[in-house]
């Protein structure tokens, strides 16, 4: 079974910087895709940003030009810069990765992280 790990994540003021980092244990066959979700209270889960295929990445509107994806093949992991906070970003946020479960990579399973908490708020 493949594990995340995430670090990061804090009190930041407005306009502020955070970054969270995610680094997954060794897999057999691969990561095919790694992201971030997060969670305010009383809201759903949304995604915020994804990595696909190493190179490929995608984020939800209200972030863009704010927020970047990285990623670390070698590593297994995955950053995410947040710049320009704003108070709505605040949330609990959550690494996922799919991971591969055959050589062909067509059945992938899908983990989480433990979840960063992030505040923007003065």
């Known amino acids: 079974q493949v594990q995340l790990v995430e670090s990061g994540g804090g009190l930041v003021q407005p306009g502020g910087s955070l970054r969270l980092s995610c680094a997954a244990s060794?897999?057999?066959?691969?990561?095919?895709?790694m992201g971030w979700y997060r969670q305010a209270p009383g809201n759903e889960r949304e995604l915020v940003a994804a990595?696909?295929?190493?190179?490929?990445?995608n984020y939800i509107d209200s972030v863009k030009g704010r927020f970047t994806i990285s990623g670390d093949n070698a590593e297994n992991s995955v950053y995410l810069q947040m710049n320009s906070l704003k108070p709505e970003d605040t949330a609990v946020y959550y690494c996922?990765?799919?991971?591969?479960?055959?050589?062909?990579?067509?059945?992938?399973?899908?983990?989480w992280g433990q979840g960063a908490q992030v505040t923007v708020s003065s």
């Open positions: 996922y990765a799919d991971y591969n479960v055959n050589y062909s990579g067509s059945r992938r399973r899908r983990v």
């Open positions: 060794r897999t057999t066959w691969g990561i095919s895709a």
């Open positions: 990595i696909i295929g190493g190179d490929d990445t």
